[in-house]
């Protein structure tokens, strides 16, 4: 695996995958209101920056996000990855019902969104769907 790490900090680190021309973002704690669309917006900064098509969200270290967040990503931060160029977003969840439940209910309120959207509580099943896409 030859990432490289773009940033790291207490809250979440990005590591760009070049095997498979992906970026990873992981939640590294949980984090809310402010200080979670500062996380968020620092990797739509990265993709802006790096014309990166392809992003793996790891949250399987985290419960779950705020619904008011969760809100926040869909109607303002993912048309905005969007039109910077994403194509293919992996989302990994917590090993847990509650976790995968809350990403299936995210992932329906952004399926008509112009790419293509898969979750796993597998980060390599992560990569691997990346790697085929």
Excluded: C
Aim: proline share 2%.
């Amino acid at each position: 695996m030859a990432q490289t790490v773009a940033a790291d900090t207490d809250l979440y680190t990005i590591e760009w995958d070049g095997d498979i021309d992906t970026v990873t973002f992981t939640w590294d704690e949980f984090a809310s209101g402010e200080r979670f669309k500062d996380g968020a917006n620092a990797l739509l900064e990265y993709v802006q920056s790096n014309d990166v098509a392809k992003v793996i969200h790891d949250t399987s270290g985290i419960q779950a996000h705020d619904d008011e967040d969760l809100a926040w990503l869909q109607s303002e931060w993912y048309p905005k990855m969007v039109d910077a160029g994403l194509r293919y977003s992996a989302i990994v969840h917590q090993e847990s019902v509650i976790s995968q439940m809350d990403t299936e209910d995210f992932v329906e309120d952004v399926k008509d969104m112009p790419y293509k959207l898969m979750h796993t509580a597998d980060l390599e099943e992560a990569r691997e769907w990346m790697a085929g896409n």
